[in-house]
């Protein structure tokens, strides 16, 4: 039996067996870490370290699940190919507004998904949507910071909560990166009547569908 060469992460278990509902078990590996960047980044950490240690590492790891999008960027049922993970919040609160961690000189807060990968991806997922993937440890609930968001990062097609955490996983473990997520419902207020939640897990289950074709 071969072993998969691809790791596929999740925050929680029914994004998982979304995921393993299109995926070739014998190329691709999936697993839910837990939610948000800390437990992501713990999570997929150790499943990169220990197919190293057991001489079977993992070609690439891609940080996948259901998030929010940008109205106007990113619709509702669709796939959100990252070409960036950004840890919006990463920073700090001053009283002239928020200052992210590059301007306090304590490293980065985007993460650059690997070229080569995202190539790939987009080739077998022409339908999705590239732009960059925000990480938050807060689900935006309020046209307000929606609207701030938006601003800040024009490039920006959705937010979710665990990207960021997989990307610093995977630059410590020198593996690919890249980020999936299936929009759920618009990043604005928060109204759980309008998600759309096994519509965008419908669509993972597609998108990991063609991830089988994927160069080996």
């Known amino acids: 039996m071969s072993t998969p060469d691809l790791l596929v992460v999740t925050a929680v278990a029914a994004e998982a067996d979304a995921v393993r509902a ?11 870490v837990g939610v948000g960047p800390g437990a992501a980044a713990a999570g997929a950490a150790r499943l990169l370290a220990l197919a190293e240690a057991a001489d079977t590492p993992y070609r ?3 940080s ?12 509702v049922g669709a796939t959100v190919l990252g070409v960036r993970a950004i840890a919006a919040d990463l920073g700090a609160e001053t009283a002239d507004g928020f200052l992210p961690v590059e301007q306090l000189g304590f490293g980065t807060s985007a993460i650059v998904a690997d070229e080569t990968l995202v190539k790939a991806l987009a080739a077998v997922l022409p339908e999705a949507v590239p732009g960059d993937v925000l990480t938050l440890g807060t689900v935006t609930g309020t046209a307000a910071t929606a609207a701030a968001l938006a601003a800040r990062f024009p490039d920006a097609a959705a937010e ?3 990207g960021y955490g997989v990307a610093c996983a995977a630059a410590g473990a020198a593996t690919p990166f890249a980020e999936l997520r299936a929009i759920s419902n618009a990043v ?7 998600w759309r939640i096994p519509e965008a897990l419908a669509a993972l289950t597609r998108a990991a569908r063609a991830l089988s074709g994927l160069p080996a």
């Open 64 to 75: 996948a699940g259901i998030g929010g999008g940008f109205p106007g960027r990113a619709a």
């Open 160 to 162: 979710a909560m665990e």
């Open 60 to 62: 690439a790891v891609l």
């Open 22 to 32: 299109g995926a070739d078990p014998a190329r691709i590996r999936v697993e839910p």
């Open 188 to 194: 604005g207020p928060r109204d759980r009547q309008a």
